[in-house]
């Protein structure tokens, strides 16, 4: 049995498509690196294990989620390793390239790679003189590099190049050395799809496109040509991330409200989420509600178009799980969380309700289509004639989306989320396609249509 197989837990967040690393450091004790705030599963790891957290490292001020370190430090009495060229406002150790960390038999190096930020580092594990893997946070991924562009489009090329020089780097570690990312498949930073979320060296010399680069110019052309849009609240979170997340004294919960105080908080300025599925959102909701379904990508989307600062009022559906919609808005950084309210109860008094229609495809006739899905979707394979706009753009777009439009994504969820932007914006007679192009496709015979 490997090192990984027998001492290291990786930690999926399938939403944020991000990994977090627990690893059993044989004495009780144990090393998580890029913790997110969203602690449950590591807590239920390290208690399967009978493991204490005795080291935070986080490999950069990430952009997608708020860091749990400084929630492990007061827990656990972690100790925090990090870049000190991040200049963090919270206690920790600060490293620089090429400084250890004795972890009671294993060490941790520091190697600095900058490119995905300017601070970044990787952390290679070492037994001795061996070296077993590298957390490579945003640098090395399966089978690409993070992307280069959140400091700004300015300087987007400069970091290439940097994510260059830190990717050759990273390839002359031995072929049989773990690679641990802490992006992947689903993640805004991070470019491919794929199943696999760590590698080894010898691996991505062999399949990773951007190491087959034949020279510096060429990989920086092939790797800003792989970002699309990311998400509005990566823009906020390296800095709440340098300061330090507060830290959080008990397990957080959603307050019950009645509809007399969300009435009394919509007039406060309050924003309301409707986390129903799709068909309830359809059939009734509040006046000026955002549709944002809770699955998996939630975060995503409640980051990428609510503000942090206005009050969130939830409207809930009875059996949906409250403790995770309270922590996938905490994770990147949504604190004011007024409460939650049940549809039913909002019909019960007699508020005010506003539907969407929902269509199939065989009854959309001539009707125009509007397309929210990512541009690279599109650009794949859409419906002839679909009007693209991508659902982070949607807001600032909403006056050139055409009257009546049928909306559309890849399953609904964004279609709708899309449509309850419109219908606040002030449009009408819209509906959400069920499904997406594939049942278009389908239900019509016809081909989709590649290309812008």
Known sequence: MDFADDHLTPLVDEGLGNSAYLIDLGDGRALAVDASRDLRALRSAAQRHGLTVAFAADTHLHADFLSGAVQLAHDDGAEVLASAAGHRSFRHRGLGDGDEVDLGGLTLRALATPGHTDEHLSFLLLDGARELGVFTGGSLIVGSAARTDLLGADRAEELARAQYRSLRRLAELPGQVAVWPTHGAGSFCSAPPGAERTTSIGAEKQANPLLAAPDEDSFVRQLMGSLGSYPAYFDRLAEANRRGPAVLGSAPGLTPLTTAEVRRLLGQGAQVVDVRPV?????GHIPGAVSVPLRNQFATWLGWLLPDDNPLVFVTAPGQDLAELTWQALKIGYERLAGHVP???WAADGGDQESIEL??????????????RQRIEHTAGHIPGAIGIELGELTARADEAPAGAVV????GERAMTAASLLQRAGHRGL??????????????GRPLQAGA
């Open 359 to 372: 269509i199939t495809a065989g009854r959309m006739a001539d009707r125009p289509v509007l397309d929210v």
């Open 279 to 283: 068909a309830d959102f359809a059939a």
């Open 343 to 345: 549809m039913s109860a």
């Open 431 to 444: 509906a959400v396609l069920v499904g997406g192009p594939a049942n278009w496709a389908e239900a019509t």
């Open 408 to 411: 559309h994504c890849a399953h």
